[in-house]
């Protein structure tokens, strides 16, 4: 019987065809998650409007953009979202209008109120979002959205372009990612410590008894398994640990494959495997330093009715591991030669071993939910099997608010000072575009090369270097630049821009992959970018 995902369009087409892609990549459940976000967007610039059409096409539930401008000459010609018959019009209402044309699942609203009005009459619009962007706003407005953002927990991004330079700041106090989708994560077969389960079947598998096709079909985490056996039995040790000693063990391999009536080798692919994955496989199992300090994090000594089920998880997950001395098994097996009966068979086994490991820590947090006076149902089978299963791979980022670091910039002088005499090529952007922030506080308006503007951004180019003590002289040319677009948004910088910021809100609202911590330069001049934690 087909599995049938509890949403369907209204149209003939059902959901499962329309994110047919992305479903491929979060999964069911990151895309209900996405729904049920509310994103709100600060000023419709031309990369906000961007951002959010990367968000509507794969379907976030709500958004509200919050902007009192009217469209502009310069909107019309940056913007692929306002046209000359737009002009005066108010720039949410229009952004509001044609992005919720472009997929009808999604719920968009306009409110036409600046930054003061939306902080001192409409905070529940910050207070039930998933996520804050905040696009081409003054330092000023910066900072009181980062001091609302923050004392409401919500997440907040900051996302100013000028010509070929983009600068992009994630806020979040504390946020926590089950599933991380590492890129090379090593299969978890546990060699080192098979499990009874797997030792009794085993002890079923003679290699020396079998004939020809079951030899060249045996699952090669069975033949890892049975020349480890071997292996220490002979050498006395677990594990081969060393470049020579695994030289031996894959010698064995070797060895053990079969030759035909003239002693040429058989072609057994199964042992060409077991060779190939040796190395990765031959492993010991433990706990990762970064995992480690998530076991030990202090927030696991304080919980209460109010902590969110992953630090409970957390807490449950430190009990199982001091306990069994491992994480609970993944239950993942690769794909492999094998005929059908026998990978089935070891398959089983590794999902059941996983599936009790996990009711194993669901229990401990049942336990601990009790103890702490919160309901054990808030922790459900699957969110626990979830857990479990990306145990090894849970990442944990906190970070500071960008109030703080635009009142202080000496907290990270050292590092941007650093960077600068290294001769990284993006801090000085970083310097130049908080600078360009700034300057659009004090004169209302982007710096530009005419009149006294290039003057005056030089001066406050110069006076930032200055309070923030940095001794590296920047390059005249990153000054220069920045004079020279005047602050311009270009079309082809703000799209690629926008996909780029919604991948990170979207990282967030669905708590999968890990996003950057916590600035982000883009640069199409150098044809890259640099991420730095100041």
């Excluded at 019009?89 to 044309?101: H, S």
């Excluded at 990762?288 to 089920?309: F, G, T």
Aim: charged residues 25%.
């Amino acid at each position: 019987m087909a599995f049938e995902l509890p949403w369907k369009m209204s149209g003939t087409v059902d959901k499962t065809q329309k994110y047919d892609r992305q479903l491929r990549v979060w999964g069911d459940h990151g895309q209900t998650s996405l729904e049920k976000a509310h994103v709100c967007l600060v000023n419709a610039s031309a990369v906000g409007t961007e951002i959010l059409k990367s968000l509507v096409l794969p379907g976030i539930g709500h958004f509200t953009i919050v902007d009192d401008s009217l469209v502009s000459g310069e909107d019309a010609g940056c913007n692929f979202f306002f046209a000359g018959g737009e002009i005066g019009k108010p720039r949410a209402e229009v952004a509001v209008k044609y992005l919720c044309e472009m997929n009808e699942d999604v719920e968009g609203h306009a409110v036409k109120i600046n930054v003061a009005g939306l902080l001192a009459d409409s905070i529940d619009i910050i207070k039930t979002s998933s996520c804050v962007i905040a696009t081409h706003l003054p330092e000023k407005d910066l900072v009181q959205l980062s001091e609302a953002c923050w004392r409401a927990n919500v997440p907040l991004l900051i996302a100013h372009c000028c010509g070929m330079v983009a600068y992009v700041r994630l806020q979040v106090a504390e946020h926590c990612v089950v599933e991380a989708h590492p890129d090379s994560a090593l299969h978890d077969l546990r060699l080192d410590r098979p499990f009874p389960e797997l030792m009794k079947y085993l002890e079923t598998q003679d290699l020396a008894t079998m004939d020809k096709k079951d030899h060249s079909h045996t699952p090669y985490v069975v033949l890892l398994h049975k020349f480890l056996e071997d292996w220490k039995a002979k050498h006395g040790t677990a594990m081969p640990s060393d470049y020579k000693e695994k030289s031996v063990f894959k010698q064995m391999l070797r060895d053990g494959i079969r030759c035909n009536e003239e002693c040429v080798p058989e072609d057994e692919e199964n042992f060409g495997e077991a060779l190939n994955k040796a190395n990765a496989c031959l492993k010991i199992t433990e706990v990762s330093q970064e995992v480690q300090s998530i076991l030990k994090d202090p927030c696991l000594d304080q919980l209460s009715s109010s902590s969110s089920s992953f630090w409970i998880l957390v807490r449950a997950l430190a009990l199982f591991v001091e306990k069994e001395g491992c994480l609970p098994l993944r239950g993942t097996l690769p794909d492999m030669t094998a005929d059908s009966q026998r990978y089935i068979s070891v398959q089983t086994i590794y999902r059941n071993k996983a599936a009790e490991d996990a009711r194993s820590v669901l229990q401990y947090a049942q336990e601990i939910c009790r103890n702490i006076g919160k309901d054990p149902s808030t922790i459900s089978e699957s969110e626990t099997n979830l857990f479990c299963k990306n145990a090894s791979f849970l990442r944990v980022i906190r970070g500071r608010p960008f109030a703080e670091e635009a009142r202080d910039s000496a907290v990270c002088t050292r590092e941007i000072d650093d960077a600068i005499g290294a001769e990284n090529p993006y801090m000085p952007l970083y310097v130049v575009m908080r600078a360009a922030m700034r300057f659009l506080e004090q004169h209302g308006h982007n710096a530009g090369d005419e009149g006294s503007d290039a003057s005056l951004f030089k001066d406050l180019v110069s006076t930032m270097t200055k309070d923030w003590n940095l001794s590296a002289p920047l390059p005249e040319s990153v000054v220069t630049d920045v004079i020279a677009y005047r602050g311009a948004e270009l079309p082809f910088i703000t799209g690629f821009v926008g996909a780029l910021i919604s991948q990170e809100v979207i990282k967030i609202v669905t708590q999968q992959f890990v996003p950057f911590n916590n600035t982000l330069i883009y640069s199409s001049k150098l044809n890259g970018c640099a991420t730095f934690q100041l």
